[in-house]
């Protein structure tokens, strides 16, 4: 699903130059479960920020779901990104004027789902994320966990093959925390291709390889 070879990202502002990415070598089958880990600093969100075509990379070769990705305009990236990609986020990234609903419904109206086929989706993921309850509620009126299963359902609800999540626990008390590793893990069980970066070695044993990652390399 995912092929990086000698993949480089600089980060170049007017003072310093940054590699966040210093030539990796990544691969990921379909199907797989793989954490991501390593100090804050060392690149984990700039690869997921490029794996997930949010970003581009600035040398290498990268190909995602066959295709290659490296000269693809920014309106390839984004026809290629819509409803294969999910992602999960430490800070939920949840719009704030927009009910649990609306924020469930906007990877379907990118993908232009008719309306009742966006209700029949949406009540079915709310269901399952037990979150159905609070359809009409805005995300500051719920709790952190409710409102990380809201952008759970929010990625998930577009049945992307590949799901990235970025420190999805990182802002939950344990509790909270595992529920999501929990659905985590049942998603990877229908099918769905998970890298999930974090640093927190309570999660380490739920996916089937970790990588590391220092100062932009990754360590064998
Ligand atoms: P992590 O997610 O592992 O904490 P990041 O991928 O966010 O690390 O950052 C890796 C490195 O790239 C850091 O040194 C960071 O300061 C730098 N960096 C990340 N994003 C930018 C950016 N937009 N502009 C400049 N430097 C950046
Ligand atoms: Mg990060």
Known sequence: MIRINKMTKLFTTDEVETTA???????VKAGEFV???GPSGCGKSTLMNIIGLMDTHSSGDFSLFGEIINDLTELERTRLRRGKIGFIFQKFNLIDSLT???NVELPLLYLKEHPKKRQEMIDQVLERL???HRAKHYPAQLSGGQQQRVAVARCVVANPDLILADEPTGNLDSKNGKEVMDILTELNKEGKTIIMVS??????NYA????HLFDGNIIP
């Not at 990415?21 to 691969?27: K, Q, S, V």
């Not at 089937?208 to 990588?211: E, F, K, N, P, T």
Request: charged share 30%; proline share 0%; aromatic share 12%.
């Open 199 to 204: 640093h927190d070695d309570q999660f380490v």
């Open 21 to 27: 990415l210093n030539a990796i070598d990544f691969n």
């Open 35 to 37: 954490l991501v880990k």
């Open 208 to 211: 089937q390889r970790v990588i």
């Open 100 to 102: 649990v609903f609306e």
């Open 130 to 132: 037990d979150i159905k």
